[in-house]
């Protein structure tokens, strides 16, 4: 199994652990949108309480990567995941969340699914 297989695998094991239904699919589609940074702790890793951080999930996923517009409802949509994972949980795996994302969005078709 490459590293990028086991790297799905375990965002998938998160997501069952947490009853997150999941279209492996899709979340391999999206991991692999993250390039090499799912290799790297500290941005593989999505800070939930870094206003910094989330305005970065905010304006280059949302808004750039899935095209949608910017809004509050951007934000209540994060701060949803983000709860839906567990505020308390320390890993937020940045792929879980952007999967979460594009399904909240419906914009599979940005990965061609």
Sequence with gaps: MS?????????????DDKDIPCNTELLAAVTKGLGPSIYKK????VSGTDTKEL??????????????SSGPELDSAID???ER?????RNKYRAVVYYML???FNKESVYGI
């Design 55 to 68: 305005e970065t999930v905010k304006n280059n996923f949302l808004v750039k990567k899935l095209g949608l």
């Design 3 to 15: 590293k990028f297989d086991e790297k799905v695998a375990m965002y998938k094991k998160f997501m």
């Design 80 to 82: 949803g995941v983000l």
């Design 42 to 45: 500290d941005a593989e890793i």
């Design 102 to 104: 594009t399904k909240k």
């Design 85 to 89: 994972i567990g505020k308390s949980d």
